[in-house]
């Protein structure tokens, strides 16, 4: 069975991405079939971590309607596939993301949504449309 798991933070800067993509090459290390997506819509940059800049189809055009999940999906030569956002107002509804993944699992065994910082809309989209939910802290900033 598919596990999906939002990683969320509080905060920005805490290295979350970084957090979500070494945990998605990890396991797609130990013969996991992992996707990452970025749900961080107005900070999106999963794609440019990957070093896969910037891509014509993404997960903005899926929960618009504008394509098919598998149309916006890539597959990074360290094995994990990575769907990537757009920096643009995210206007969708929640429920949209999860329809979205629903119909797309398949048979991956890892699903990690990298979100947004803080406590909005694109935070609560991820948290919706996951099973689990990963709460990253760097407590070295709090000293």
Same mark, same amino acid.
């Given at each position: 069975?598919?596990?999906?798991?939002?990683?969320?933070? !509080?905060?920005?800067?805490? !290295?979350?991405?970084?957090?979500? +993509?070494?945990?998605?090459? #990890?396991?797609?290390?130990?013969?996991?079939?992992?996707?990452?997506?970025?749900?961080?819509? &107005?900070?999106?940059?999963?794609?440019?971590?990957?070093?896969? !800049?910037?891509?014509?189809? +993404?997960?903005?055009?899926?929960? =618009?309607?504008?394509?098919? $999940?598998?149309?916006?999906?890539?597959?990074?030569? =360290?094995?994990? &596939?990575?769907?990537?956002? &757009?920096?643009?107002?995210?206007?969708?509804?929640?429920?949209?993301?999860?329809?979205?993944? $629903?119909?797309?699992?398949?048979?991956?065994?890892?699903?990690?949504?990298?979100?947004? #910082? !803080?406590?909005?809309?694109?935070? =609560?989209?991820?948290?919706?449309?996951?099973?689990?939910?990963?709460?990253?802290?760097?407590?070295?900033?709090?000293?």
């Amino acid at each position: 069975m598919t596990r999906v798991i939002s990683v969320v933070s !509080g905060k920005g800067g805490v !290295g979350k991405t970084t957090m979500t +993509s070494n945990l998605g090459v #990890a396991l797609s290390k130990h013969g996991e079939d992992v996707v990452i997506i970025d749900g961080n819509f &107005s900070g999106a940059n999963i794609a440019q971590h990957f070093g896969m !800049g910037f891509q014509d189809v +993404s997960l903005n055009d899926v929960l =618009e309607g504008d394509a098919y $999940i598998t149309q916006a999906v890539a597959k990074h030569p =360290e094995g994990v &596939s990575v769907l990537p956002a &757009s920096i643009l107002e995210f206007e969708s509804e929640t429920e949209n993301l999860k329809h979205s993944l $629903i119909d797309f699992l398949g048979d991956k065994d890892y699903v990690l949504i990298d979100a947004a #910082a !803080g406590v909005g809309d694109e935070v =609560e989209a991820a948290v919706e449309a996951s099973d689990e939910v990963l709460w990253y802290l760097n407590l070295s900033s709090h000293r």
